[in-house]
């Protein structure tokens, strides 16, 4: 569902924007009270469970943040990136985006596969070593179209299969409260990615964010490696 949403959002987005430019922002906004209002309704499928924090599962907030932070520069400033450093026009940098949700959409059978091969304390950091891998053939891409698009889904998928397998370890263990937690470190990440690299892009050069976005992500794979193996969260 998110792959399909991440795929026809900007088609969608830019056939509204032809007829008016507020026309995008509010479908967005309709779109966005059917969707609380259809989360409202949804029952509670667990049972009650004890009071307090699960701090097993909370120790994952900090690769969540981290990992948001990454794809946060990353989404915030591909576009940038394609039309000013490396000469995009608007249907290729369309094209992108498209490749790129179509990568988001095939991770979740890759999902499938890899939860019934192997465990979340591999799945998850092998996710973000994709993630990684096409962060820094972004940077590298120079003038190679095919280089740019592929970097584009390998971050993508990586995400996907990354995200999908930190939260199937903490809803193993963890209630609402500690899953919520989770989502707020993820928005924290998501807050703060795009101001970290558009300092980095305007300060330092048209690559950094990627560059510095690779090593965060990097760096929270083997964190995340670390704490599932060592079974902190079973």
């Known amino acids: 569902a998110f792959g399909v949403g991440f795929v026809a959002g900007p088609a969608i987005g830019g056939a509204l924007g032809t007829l008016h430019t507020r026309l995008p922002f509010l479908a967005s906004a309709v779109l966005y009270a059917l969707a609380g209002a259809a989360v409202a309704r949804l029952p509670n499928t667990k049972p009650a469970r004890r009071q307090g924090f699960e701090i097993a599962v909370g120790l994952l907030a900090a690769p969540v943040l981290m990992l948001n932070l990454g794809m ?8 940038y990136f394609s039309a000013f450093a490396r000469g995009l026009t608007p249907f290729q940098i369309g094209l992108l985006f498209l490749v790129s949700g179509v990568a988001a959409g095939a991770a979740q059978p890759v ?3 890899l939860e019934r091969s192997s465990s ?3 799945n998850a950091p092998l996710g973000m070593a994709v993630m990684a891998a096409g962060l820094l053939l972004l940077s590298l891409a120079s003038n190679s179209l095919a280089a740019l698009y592929l970097g584009a889904a390998l971050v993508s998928l990586g995400g996907v299969v990354a995200s999908s397998f930190i939260f199937a370890a903490a809803s193993r263990r963890g209630a609402g409260v500690e899953l919520g937690a989770l989502q707020s470190a993820g928005t924290l990440g998501r807050i703060a990615g795009p101001a970290i690299g558009g300092y980095l892009y305007t300060t330092i050069s048209a690559t950094a964010p990627f560059i510095a976005s690779a090593a965060v992500v990097a760096t929270t794979a083997a964190f995340t490696s670390l704490l599932l193996s060592r079974a902190v969260v079973r």
């Open 72 to 79: 946060s520069m990353f989404e915030a400033l591909l576009s």
């Open 111 to 113: 999902v499938r596969r």
């Open 120 to 122: 979340p304390g591999r």
